[in-house]
C-alpha cells in the first residue's frame, strides 16, 4: 500500500524583496492512500504550489517530514511524476520521445520504451501526434502529452501543479473529464492542485482547503464515476459540495 | 509554394549583387580606369582561370580552408564543455561571465601579433587565431543557452529520473543548441576575417596570401579575384552548413526566433 504522508510539513524562506523570513506552509499533515485522487484547493499565495514542489523534491522544506511508503523523500525522483502548469515538454523532442523520456531514464530499450509510449498516447488519443514537435500542438495536446509522459514512469504518486490553468475553458473542461477517465482506468495515485473549486470538485475523491498556509478542513467527495460535465453541472450534490468548499475558500 | 518562395528569396539576393556587377562591367572601360588602381572584369577572370588551371586556386583554398576548419573543430571541442559547466554554476558563471565579454570582443585579429611570438610564423599561429575567434564567443553563447533553458525543464527532466550525464545530454546541450549555433556563425564570422589576416602576415600559402603576394606586384586582378572569392567561400560556409543546421535542428523545434 503506497502512501504519501505530508508530517508536520512547513516551509520557510527568505524574501529579499521583502527582507525578512517569510513562512508560505506553516504546518501540514496529510496522507493520500494509494488509488486516491486528491484535490487540495486554495487562493493564491496558500502555499499550494510550495507544498508540491516540496513533495517533487525541487526545494528543500524546512520542518516536518515527507514520507512516500514511510520513507522520507529527499531531491526529486522518479517516483513521484509531476505534471506541470507550463506543460514543460522538451521542445527538441517528438512526443512519442517525450512520454518514452522517462522509460528511457530507467534504461528500458528503445523497442520497449516506444510501445510503453504508444501505449499511453493512445490512452491519450493522440496516436496521430506521435512524432510531431511540441511546439506543433496546441496547448491542450501538449499537456496531454505532459500528463502521459508522468503517467508512463509509473509514479506512485503523480504531482499536478495547477495543470489546466493556461488552456482555455472549453478545452479545460474536455481535459478534466479525459483525466477522470484516465484515473479510472489505471488508477494512478494524484495529488492535484488548484484554485479552481468546481475543478477540484470535479475530479477528486477528496478536496482539501488550504489557507496561508495550514489545512482549512477537507470534504470527501462520493460522485459517480466516470464524471462528465454535462450531468454534474446540473447535479444537486455536485452543486452542494463546490458551494460548501466555495465557502471554505471565500472565508479563508 | 515554398520553392517559389525560396526561388524569389534568391532573386532577392543575387539581384543587387547583379546590379554592382553592371555597375563594375560599364565604369571601368567607359572611364578607362587604370588597371593598377582596379580591373576590369575580364582580367579578373583571366585570372580566375589561370589560377584554376595552374592549380593555385585550390592550394590557397585548401590551406585556408584546413586551417578555418581545424581552428573551429578545436575551439568548439573545447568552448561548448566550458560553457556548459559555467552554465550549471552560478558563481563560476557570474566570475567568468565579464572576461569571457572582453575576450569576445577581442577575439581573433587583434591576437595575431602575440600568436606569431609563441607559434612563429606558420600553421600554427593562424590555426590559434582561428581557434581563439571561435572559443571565446561560442563559449560566451552556450553559457547564455544553459541559462536561458527555462528551471521546470530541468525539473521536469529530475523528477522523471534524469541523472547528471542524463541532464546534460538530453537537456542542457540541446537546450542551449540555438545559442551555441548563434555563437559559431558568429565565432565563425570573426574566425573568416582574423583567418585572411593572419595569411597576409604569417605565412606563405592561403587566400590571404594571395592577395597580399598579388599586391606587390600591382596585379589588381587577382586581389579582386581573391576577394571574391573570399566573400563567395563565406556566403557558401554560412548558407549550406550553417543555416542547414539551424533548419534541421532548432527551427524545427520552435525554438529560434529569426530566419
Redesign the interface.
Known amino acids: 500500500m503506497k502512501t504519501l504522508s505530508l508530517r508536520n510539513l512547513g516551509k520557510t524562506y527568505f524574501d529579499p524583496y521583502a527582507g525578512a523570513h517569510v513562512t508560505a506552509v506553516h504546518d501540514v499533515s496529510l496522507d493520500v492512500q494509494q488509488g486516491e485522487f486528491v484535490s487540495v484547493v486554495g487562493p493564491s499565495g496558500c502555499g499550494k504550489t510550495t507544498i508540491l514542489n516540496m513533495i517533487?523534491?525541487?526545494i528543500p522544506h524546512s520542518k516536518g517530514e515527507i514520507l512516500l511508503d514511510g520513507t522520507p523523500v529527499n531531491?526529486?525522483?522518479?517516483e513521484?511524476?509531476?505534471v506541470?502548469q507550463?506543460f514543460?515538454?522538451?521542445?527538441?523532442k517528438t512526443v512519442l520521445d517525450n512520454v518514452g523520456?522517462?522509460p528511457k531514464?530507467?534504461g528500458v530499450p528503445k523497442a520497449e520504451r516506444d510501445r510503453i509510449a504508444r501505449d499511453y498516447l493512445a490512452l491519450a488519443g493522440l496516436s496521430h501526434a506521435a512524432n510531431r514537435?511540441?511546439?506543433?500542438l496546441s496547448g491542450g495536446m501538449q499537456q496531454r502529452v505532459g500528463v502521459v509522459?508522468?503517467l508512463a514512469?509509473e509514479p506512485a504518486v503523480l504531482l499536478m501543479d495547477e495543470p489546466f490553468a493556461a488552456v482555455d475553458a472549453q478545452t479545460r473542461m474536455t481535459l478534466q473529464e479525459e483525466l477522470t477517465r484516465i484515473w479510472q482506468d489505471r488508477k494512478p495515485t494524484v495529488l492535484f492542485i488548484t484554485h479552481d473549486v468546481g475543478e477540484a470538485v470535479f475530479l477528486a475523491n477528496r478536496v482539501v482547503v488550504l489557507s496561508k498556509g495550514r489545512i482549512l478542513d477537507e470534504v470527501a467527495v462520493d460522485l459517480p464515476r466516470p464524471r462528465v460535465w454535462d450531468q454534474l453541472v446540473d447535479d444537486d450534490e455536485f452543486k452542494r459540495l463546490s458551494a460548501q468548499v466555495l465557502q471554505m475558500v471565500r472565508a479563508a | 509554394m515554398r520553392g517559389a518562395a525560396s526561388l524569389a528569396g534568391s532573386a532577392m539576393f543575387v539581384a543587387p549583387l547583379l546590379a554592382l556587377l553592371a555597375i563594375w562591367a560599364i565604369v571601368v572601360p567607359l572611364f578607362e580606369v587604370n588597371p593598377r588602381v582596379f580591373p576590369s572584369i575580364g582580367a579578373v577572370g583571366g585570372a580566375a582561370l589561370d589560377s584554376i588551371r595552374d592549380g593555385t586556386l585550390i592550394a590557397h583554398i585548401g590551406a585556408s580552408l584546413l586551417r578555418v576548419g581545424l581552428g573551429t573543430l578545436i575551439g568548439i571541442a573545447t568552448a561548448v564543455p566550458l560553457g556548459v559547466a559555467m552554465g550549471v554554476s552560478p558563481t563560476v558563471a557570474a566570475f567568468l561571465t565579464p572576461l569571457f565579454r572582453f575576450f569576445s570582443v577581442l577575439a581573433g585579429i587583434a591576437w595575431i601579433p602575440i600568436a606569431t611570438l609563441w607559434f612563429g610564423y606558420g600553421f600554427g599561429a593562424i590555426v590559434f587565431v582561428i581557434f581563439n575567434a571561435v572559443f571565446f564567443v561560442v563559449t560566451y553563447n552556450t553559457l547564455l543557452g544553459v541559462q536561458t533553458i527555462?528551471h521546470?525543464?530541468r525539473?521536469?527532466?529530475?523528477?522523471?529520473?534524469?541523472?547528471r550525464w542524463?541532464m546534460l545530454t538530453?537537456?542542457l546541450l540541446?537546450?542551449a543548441?540555438p545559442n551555441i549555433v548563434t555563437g559559431i556563425r558568429t565565432g565563425l564570422g570573426f574566425a573568416w576575417r582574423g583567418l585572411i589576416a593572419a595569411e597576409m602576415i604569417a605565412t606563405n600559402v592561403g587566400l590571404g596570401y594571395m592577395l597580399f603576394v598579388a599586391r606587390d606586384f600591382y596585379r589588381t586582378e587577382v586581389i579582386v579575384f581573391g576577394m571574391i572569392v573570399i566573400g563567395v567561400l563565406w556566403l557558401l560556409i554560412d548558407r549550406l552548413i550553417l543555416v542547414r543546421i539551424e533548419r534541421a535542428?532548432?527551427e524545427?523545434?520552435?525554438?529560434v526566433r529569426r530566419a
Do not use: D
Open positions: 517533487a523534491g525541487f531531491g526529486p525522483g522518479p513521484r511524476g509531476v506541470f507550463s514543460a515538454l522538451f521542445p527538441w523520456f522517462g531514464m530507467r514537435y511540441p511546439n506543433e509522459r508522468a514512469n | 527555462p521546470t525543464l525539473n521536469a527532466a529530475w523528477s522523471l529520473g534524469a541523472g542524463a538530453e537537456v540541446p537546450g543548441l535542428t532548432i524545427r523545434w520552435g525554438m
